[in-house]
């Protein structure tokens, strides 16, 4: 019950954020990418420098048992063809949501290709890759 | 909407991924539950289907009991205990069920929708909100579908290839200062920008 009740409040948190800080629009995206404005770069940055602070106070007074992801080819070139689509669609994979909830109707679409592209994956993984890729999910 | 100056949304995105980790003890990482709730419908709906051999009907954790059981069998209940860590470690995304993983995606749209309506900017549209996605997409109905569902695959694929997104890779990982996040969050900020200055061009 509270892993439920937690889930659906950082969810709602987290959703109600991102679109005020303008990531659910494919303008302000845009403008990110092609540094017509740096205020969403400054966000990452300021959000990135906040972070580490906070995970080095919570390494000092707690042990957080945190794992790695390994690098393989994967992390490169996946990371390239997510950052295409980004480009492409205004959207990563929260904010498709938060953009059908701000009544863009077409993010419709890029949450069935996100499924689609999640499904096809690990299909074409098999065939035609060698290296172990791990998961999201990986402890 | 007029949206937050940079340093409160940086602050909220932090707030968001630190009381994530207080709270629920994992770390953000969006990509993953979809990678969770795909592979939940597989399991289901594929595998399922063709195995028909009673072996194959395990579930994962029917297996890890089996093997337990024939572990402890041959080498007694201390062999068990020898691999078990102290306490178990947290998880990247948790390996919840899939009603989980839905909620969240449920809180995400809440959160989108409650963000809008109290700025009173909601409104319905086909595409994306924004001049420039409708130049993008030629204002036609027909392209739209076609872009955002190349662009959703791209994400889905992408995400799933590299084992992170925006929250665990350029977030999450980035400020624990792990390799592999910043190789994956360098390289989808570079093609972000390369795709973009294409695009800019068809606008």
């Given amino acids: 019950m509270k892993q439920r009740a937690g889930t659906l409040l950082i969810g709602l948190l987290f959703g109600f954020s991102l679109s005020r800080i303008g990531f659910g629009s494919w303008g302000q995206v845009h403008d990110m990418f092609t540094f017509r404005s740096w205020r969403l770069i400054l966000t990452f940055a300021a959000a990135i420098a906040v972070l580490a602070a906070s995970w080095a106070i919570i390494r000092a007074v707690s042990n957080p048992k945190w794992t790695k992801r390994k690098i393989h080819p994967g992390t490169l070139i996946g990371g390239a063809i997510f950052g295409v689509g980004w480009a492409v669609s205004g959207a990563c994979p929260s904010i498709a949501l938060v953009q059908l909830g701000e009544g863009q109707l077409g993010a419709v679409w890029t949450i069935a290709g996100l499924f689609v592209g999640n499904w096809l994956y690990p299909v074409i993984h098999e065939r035609f890759f060698k290296w172990t890729p791990g998961t999201c999910a990986d402890p | ?203």
């Fill in chain 2, 1 to 203: 909407m007029s949206y937050w100056p940079w340093w409160a949304s940086g602050l909220a995105l932090a707030a968001v991924m630190v009381g994530n980790w207080l709270l629920l003890r994992q770390m953000m990482a969006v990509s993953g539950r979809y990678t969770a709730i795909v592979d939940g419908l597989r399991r289901r709906f594929v595998e399922r289907a063709h195995d028909d051999d009673a072996d194959a009907e395990m579930t994962p954790e029917e297996l890890a009991e089996a093997v337990r059981a024939v572990t402890v069998q041959e080498f007694g209940e201390q062999a068990i205990e020898a691999r078990q860590p102290a306490v178990p470690p947290p998880l990247l995304a948790p390996r919840s069920p899939t009603a989980v993983h839905t909620l969240f995606f449920g809180g995400l749209l809440l959160g989108g929708l409650v963000s809008s309506l109290l700025a009173g900017t909601w409104a319905p549209s086909m595409g994306l909100h924004g001049e420039r996605f409708a130049a993008l997409v030629r204002h036609s109905p027909l392209v739209t579908p076609l872009v955002l569902l190349f662009g959703g695959m791209c994400i889905g694929f992408g995400t799933r290839m590299s084992t992170g997104c925006t929250s665990g890779h350029a977030l999450c990982g980035v400020s624990r200062f792990r390799p592999a996040s910043i190789l994956a969050t360098c390289a989808f900020f570079a093609t972000g920008v390369g795709a973009s200055f294409i695009l800019e061009r068809l606008l």
